[in-house]
């Protein structure tokens, strides 16, 4: 009878050693996992930035390309689109919207004249109705 209560403590020792085996079998796939998507990764990151270089010097060389077909016009591309440039930066400048506004339909209005276009009609403003 001695036999069997150190047979069933072997056994369940046996079972506890399996889990523990497989717990560390586990940890020991999941981390050559980690070590094979981490390596993957770095592969990924760098082929996009060779992909991302090869555009960058594609749009230069056209750009550059472009400026050279148009000439002394192409120098004072670059200096208008600096000056666009600037111009976007100051929208956010003390100046209210309306004042904006009222600017650009004078602007408007000027061009429309040397055009020889009538300006816009005034817009009407609905009535309310008397009830």
Do not use: C, N
């Not at 009878?1 to 399996?18: E, G, N």
């Not at 060389?61 to 976007?88: L, N, T, V």
Request: glycine residues 8%.
């Amino acid at each position: 009878m001695t036999r069997k209560p150190q047979h069933a403590a072997d056994t369940a020792r046996r079972i506890w050693l399996a889990g523990i085996g497989a717990y560390g079998r586990a940890f020991t796939e999941a981390q050559e996992q980690v070590a094979r998507l981490t390596g993957e990764s770095a592969r990924v990151f760098d082929d996009l930035v060779a992909k991302g270089e090869e555009i960058e010097r594609k749009v230069d060389e056209g750009r550059r390309k472009m400026a050279k077909r148009m000439g002394p016009a192409g120098a004072s591309f670059e200096e208008r689109i600096r000056k666009m440039r600037e111009r976007i930066g100051h929208l956010g400048d003390d100046d209210s919207v309306e004042k904006r506004l009222a600017a650009i339909e004078a602007r408007l209005s000027a061009i429309e004249a040397e055009l020889g276009a009538r300006p816009p009609a005034k817009r009407k403003t609905a009535k309310k109705k008397k009830a």
